[in-house]
């Protein structure tokens, strides 16, 4: 514990240190105007983690809803993988997207640090229709709280990008998306590789995942209902599974807000972010089956100041026969140093209570954000 406080005082320092950095420049969005009318953006940012993780749960460079490994743990990492770039190109009404960050793999800390680029976003949209890859129409976006951790409470979210073909009409969201049965383990037992060897080893299927949503809106902020609706079929089971998802941000005194999801059913690859897969052989009755979820999180925004703002959030996802039982929760400061830049420190833990099972880490995470 004693290591632990001293090296968040260390990064206390680190935080500081970023107060002296000197102003840069506001940056508008770079805009090209093409004598045809059509319109280019660039867009995206730049952020730099500095991240100490303490405890029994392995180092991760962001915590996703996996038990990573009970290993005794005392971590510095320092990196630059969140950071991205994004083009826009508008043609009358139709617009093109293409987004890439830096989590793809690459190189070591030796010498380079050298990372490669990930395909995160690619579509093209116009008022009614989008076509192409980005996040589900499951996922509730605004929900999302705002955490210095990549995605926050993901063990408790709603969180997957890919193909879709969505169509929006009023207040509704209709979607076919890619189809995908998620049958192994995340190497800490229990699924037994379900699907990936032997005869039914196909995770495709020859229909598409199908999602519907409704989103309200008014002066007290907004909200949303979602409807998943998919057939599982690999590892010889051959079913229909179904989830469905509550979710919120609601406006609170002065400028807070309370952002909320609940997700229940066979949600499994769509919630928690690897939490559960979607089918397991059930260690009772050694039956293959639809794994089912129930996962939520709730944050709270405080806005201190034009300047400063804080989020306490708390998540927590558990299967119903796998007995997976894991949480994310956190606290923050935020500080707007300017328009287009934040500097920020974080608290939290993670935590695998699995049947079984009693690990957790601790972590400090400082980071500095540079909006373009």
Same mark, same amino acid.
């Given at each position: 514990?004693?290591?632990?406080?001293?090296?968040t005082?260390?990064?206390?320092?680190?935080?500081?240190?970023?107060?002296?950095?000197?102003?840069?420049?506001?940056?508008?969005?770079?805009?090209?105007?093409?004598?045809?009318?059509?319109?280019?953006k660039?867009?995206?940012?730049?952020k730099?983690?500095?991240?100490?993780?303490?405890?029994?749960?392995?180092?991760?460079?962001?915590?996703?809803?996996?038990?990573?490994?009970?290993?005794?743990?005392?971590?510095?990492?320092l990196?630059?993988?969140?950071?991205?770039? =994004?083009?826009?190109?508008?043609?009358?009404?139709?617009?093109? /997207?293409?987004?890439? %960050?830096?989590? &793809? $793999?690459g !190189? @070591?800390?030796?010498?380079?640090?050298?990372?490669?680029?990930?395909?995160?976003?690619?579509?093209?949209?116009?008022?009614?229709?989008?076509?192409?890859?980005?996040?589900s129409?499951?996922?509730?976006?605004?929900?999302?709280?705002?955490?210095?951790?990549?995605?926050?409470?993901?063990?408790?979210?709603?969180?997957?990008?890919?193909?879709?073909?969505?169509?929006?009409?009023? =207040?509704?969201?209709?979607?076919?998306?890619?189809?995908?049965? /998620?049958?192994?383990? %995340?190497?800490? &037992? $229990?699924? !037994? @590789?379900?699907?990936?060897?032997?005869?039914?080893?196909?995770?495709?299927?020859?229909?598409?995942?199908i999602?519907?949503?409704?989103?309200?809106?008014?002066?007290w902020?907004?909200?949303?209902?979602?409807?998943?609706?998919?057939?599982?079929?690999?590892?010889?089971?051959?079913?229909?599974?179904?989830?469905?998802?509550?979710s919120?941000?609601?406006?609170?005194?002065?400028?807070?807000?309370?952002?909320?999801?609940?997700?229940?059913?066979?949600?499994?690859?769509?919630?928690?972010?690897?939490?559960?897969?979607?089918?397991?052989?059930?260690?009772?009755?050694?039956?293959?089956?639809?794994?089912k979820?129930?996962?939520?999180?709730?944050?709270?925004?405080?806005?201190?100041?034009?300047?400063?703002?804080?989020?306490?959030?708390?998540g927590?996802?558990?299967?119903?026969?796998?007995?997976?039982?894991?949480?994310?929760?956190?606290?923050?400061?935020?500080?707007?140093?300017?328009?287009?830049?934040?500097?920020?420190?974080?608290?939290?833990?993670?935590?695998?209570?699995?049947?079984?099972?009693?690990?957790?880490?601790?972590?400090?995470?400082?980071?500095?954000?540079?909006?373009?």
């Amino acid at each position: 514990m004693n290591n632990f406080i001293k090296k968040t005082a260390v990064l206390g320092f680190l935080l500081m240190g970023t107060s002296f950095i000197t102003t840069v420049a506001n940056a508008e969005a770079l805009e090209l105007d093409f004598k045809n009318g059509d319109k280019m953006k660039f867009g995206g940012y730049l952020k730099v983690d500095a991240r100490y993780v303490n405890g029994n749960l392995n180092y991760q460079d962001y915590w996703i809803g996996n038990n990573p490994g009970a290993v005794e743990t005392s971590k510095l990492g320092l990196n630059v993988k969140e950071s991205r770039f =994004n083009i826009s190109y508008i043609h009358n009404d139709w617009t093109g /997207f293409i987004e890439m %960050d830096f989590y &793809g $793999g690459g !190189g @070591n800390e030796i010498i380079s640090n050298s990372v490669n680029p990930r395909l995160r976003h690619a579509f093209v949209k116009n008022e009614n229709w989008l076509i192409g890859q980005t996040w589900s129409t499951f996922m509730p976006l605004a929900a999302l709280v705002e955490s210095l951790d990549f995605g926050g409470p993901m063990v408790a979210e709603g969180f997957i990008r890919q193909v879709q073909i969505r169509y929006t009409v009023g =207040n509704w969201q209709f979607a076919i998306e890619n189809a995908q049965t /998620f049958g192994d383990t %995340d190497g800490n &037992g $229990g699924s !037994g @590789n379900v699907g990936v060897t032997g005869a039914n080893n196909d995770p495709d299927s020859n229909i598409p995942d199908i999602v519907a949503r409704y989103n309200f809106k008014g002066d007290w902020g907004q909200a949303s209902v979602a409807g998943l609706l998919r057939k599982v079929d690999q590892g010889g089971i051959d079913a229909t599974a179904t989830a469905f998802s509550l979710s919120g941000k609601i406006n609170a005194v002065g400028k807070d807000d309370i952002r909320f999801q609940l997700t229940l059913g066979e949600s499994g690859r769509y919630a928690g972010v690897t939490l559960a897969t979607d089918i397991v052989v059930d260690p009772v009755s050694g039956e293959t089956k639809a794994e089912k979820t129930t996962a939520w999180y709730v944050g709270y925004r405080r806005m201190w100041s034009d300047e400063y703002r804080s989020t306490i959030f708390y998540g927590n996802g558990e299967t119903d026969i796998l007995r997976h039982d894991r949480s994310h929760y956190a606290v923050n400061l935020i500080r707007q140093y300017t328009p287009n830049m934040i500097i920020g420190v974080e608290l939290g833990k993670y935590v695998v209570d699995d049947q079984g099972l009693d690990l957790d880490s601790s972590y400090l995470q400082t980071s500095v954000k540079f909006t373009l």
